[in-house]
């Protein structure tokens, strides 16, 4: 029964980070669609990074293609990510506009049981 919670959690973070076909100026209608915003509220998410892969090479992540980095694991390649940023501070459902900007980054998140669950940010690399 546990893992239908992971199965759950990874769902949302699917629906969250998770998009192949996205653009930057996408945000306002895949984050409606998705129907995004800040946990338990009907109040915008300040910001929201969707990454430009399948689903099945981010998940690849809690596996060989990352390494750990705290308690999260990092990729070990660059990956595309859409970063859309709220425009209208404040706002809340169904009126938040995002600015997006696009981003080559390695990024963190954490796993469970081997599953994305949560998206922790880009990491800056300096000496890679």
Known sequence: MHSFIHTNRYRKFIAQHINGGMSQTRCDAVISQ??????????????????????????????SAGEPYGQMRKSLQPFDVVVCTLRN????????????????????????????????GDVVVIND
């Open 34 to 63: 998705r129907g995004i915003s800040k946990t338990d509220s009907n109040d915008c998410k300040e910001t929201n990074t969707f990454i430009r892969a399948s689903t099945n090479l981010v998940k690849q992540i809690c596996g």
């Open 89 to 120: 501070q404040g706002a809340r459902h169904p009126h938040c506009q995002y600015r997006g900007t696009s981003r080559v980054r390695r990024i963190a998140i954490k796993c469970e049981q081997g599953f994305p669950v949560h998206y922790d």
